[in-house]
């Protein structure tokens, strides 16, 4: 790559990670959480809920991750010329 694109995507990426930043400061600073109203939930219940009422959301969502991952390292390797 050249100098000049080299410049353009360190430029992109850094304005990229400040705006999240900047966005999730916002988001925290601004929210006041009432935590009067916390009760706790076991664990029992959580996974309970996962697994019975979300149970093909859950197959579907690994499905999806795994592709992804997979496409990742399909798209990171490095191609080896004979």
């Known amino acids: 790559m050249s100098k000049n694109k080299d410049t353009t995507i360190v430029i992109?990426?850094?304005a990229s990670v400040?705006?999240?930043f900047l966005m999730a400061l916002s988001l925290v600073?601004?929210?006041k959480w009432?935590?009067?109203d916390i009760n706790e939930i076991p664990m029992t219940d959580v996974a309970n809920?996962?697994?019975n009422e979300y149970g093909v959301a859950l197959?579907?969502?690994g499905?999806?991750?795994t592709a992804s991952v997979l496409g990742?390292?399909?798209l990171a390797r490095e191609e080896v010329e004979d």
Do not use: E, K, Q, Y
Request: charge should be negative.
């Open 18 to 20: 400040l705006l999240g």
């Open 59 to 61: 197959v579907v969502l």
């Open 49 to 51: 809920t996962l697994f």
């Open 63 to 65: 499905i999806l991750l």
């Open 29 to 31: 600073s601004t929210d």
């Open 12 to 14: 992109v990426v850094t």
């Open 72 to 74: 990742g390292i399909f």
């Open 34 to 36: 009432d935590t009067s």
